[in-house]
């Protein structure tokens, strides 16, 4: 149900670079032309829908789907992932792209047979899309434990009022399912046990969409991040996921893998900055020779290089622990990853944007949108400081015990 993987890793590794040269390079100019053309760009883009059939006809999809699942280790994943980060739209044409994968995981993980049916089913299939809502606007979100909105019992029911923001893909026409983050059990002394996750469809009465948002003036559509709130919004009493605080549970569940997926792709980012970098190097001269002769430049690409392997090496060592001994267990080196990646990408494509004077700062060159992904990423999932705190908390027990 889940994955289809009969291709060896390596033969699904060649397979991705040549449809990516094939079908995704070639299309970049298009894809952004067509996006920019609809009336509402958070409707579906026709290439989208041609690319997507195109990868489900040569194998190339759902690649995310855990070894759990019939699908790739980590390890295995992470070399695809990177690919797939060199174009920032292109994870969507293999059913890679995120919320969707962290959303897919919980349904496999803790959904029922009924939710699977009716969610997880059309999700693999590409048929839809989904959110996850958690982040809200009137507290520090970096601490799961505010969330602020509730979700009471009443009969057979949940109610379900409040606000939450930056929800990637709640715009996205093509969305029919969200996953809402609140609080069921404010007054509980366990403040871990306060929380639950509850399914939200599109089109619930009392699901409102106020606005969308835009970081560094990108809106990141169709999928976009948004602004919604909840009035009185009812749902089935089926609708919890897991039972009534298990919220922060599957919260810890669903990010893990999700936070490691970013910085798999972030490296595809910050990778192909810096083969763009090095190609205007050579092209270009200023004072009598060209760029690459430039101590100052040939001193930026090899910082970048070596930023980008060290970064690799470790979101390897983490996607290998991961496999070997959970999520929960490697929480040490995925912090690190989260910490390290993203702020190597904005470091590595803000130099190889410098590289390219005025136009890498345009919309001709996808480093500054890149730059935008790395600079959000640094909060996405937890912000640096929360990881930075979690980890030396355990470094110091571990070593000083």
């Known amino acids: 149900m889940y994955a289809n993987i009969e291709a060896s890793p390596q033969e699904l590794k060649d397979h991705l670079l040549a449809f990516m040269d094939a079908h995704i390079y070639p299309n970049e100019t298009n894809y952004h032309a067509q996006l920019n053309a609809m009336e509402n760009r958070f409707q579906t883009v026709p290439l989208m829908e041609e690319l997507k059939a195109k990868a489900r006809e040569v194998g190339l999809w759902n ?47 803790y959904g029922t047979d009924d939710q699977k049916e009716q969610w997880l089913k059309p999700l693999l299939a590409g048929d839809i899309r989904s959110a996850f809502a958690m982040t809200e606007p009137d507290v520090a979100s970096s601490d799961a434990t505010n ?7 009443e009969g ?24 809402v983050m609140g609080k069921s059990d404010p007054n509980n002394p366990n403040r871990h046990l306060q929380q639950s996750q509850i399914l939200v469809p599109r089109g619930t009465p009392g699901l409102t969409f106020i606005r969308p948002l835009t970081t560094l003036g990108y ?48 490296i595809g980012c910050a990778q192909r900055s810096l083969e763009f970098a090095c190609r205007r190097a050579v092209s270009r001269s200023t004072f009598g020779k060209k760029l690459s002769e430039h101590q100052s430049i040939r001193e930026d690409i ?49 130099r190889c944007m410098q590289i390219h004077g005025a136009g890498g700062l345009t919309g001709d060159y996808f480093m500054a949108e890149a730059f935008n992904y790395a600079r959000w ?16 908390k355990q470094i110091i027990s571990e070593y000083a015990a």
Request: charged share 25%; glycine share 8%; aromatic share 6%.
């Open 63 to 109: 690649l995310f789907v855990p070894k759990s699942h019939g699908g790739l280790s980590n390890a295995d994943y992470a070399p695809l992932a990177e690919i797939m980060g060199r174009v920032l739209w292109s994870p969507e044409v293999f059913n890679c792209n995120a919320p969707d994968t962290g959303n897919m995981e919980v349904f496999m993980k």
């Open 147 to 153: 969330v602020q909105l509730s979700i009471m019992r």
């Open 156 to 179: 057979d029911e949940y109610v379900i009022n409040g606000r939450k923001w930056f929800i990637t893909n709640a715009l996205y026409e093509r969305t029919q399912i969200f996953i």
């Open 219 to 266: 809106d990141d559509a169709p999928q976009g991040h948004a602004e919604i709130h909840f009035d009185n919004v009812r749902v089935p009493a089926e609708n919890i996921l897991l039972g009534e605080g298990r919220g922060f549970e599957i919260a810890q569940g669903r990010l893990g893998p999700g936070r490691i997926h970013h910085c798999m792709r972030l």
């Open 302 to 350: 090899a910082k970048s290089f070596c930023e980008i392997e060290q970064a690799r090496l470790l979101t390897m060592k983490t996607a290998e622990k991961m496999d070997a001994v959970g999520a929960r267990e490697a929480r040490d080196l995925i912090a690190a990853s989260k910490i390290a990646v993203p702020n190597m990408a904005q470091t590595v494509i803000d």
């Open 377 to 392: 990423c640094r909060q996405a999932d937890g912000p640096c400081q929360v990881h930075m705190m979690a980890l030396g």
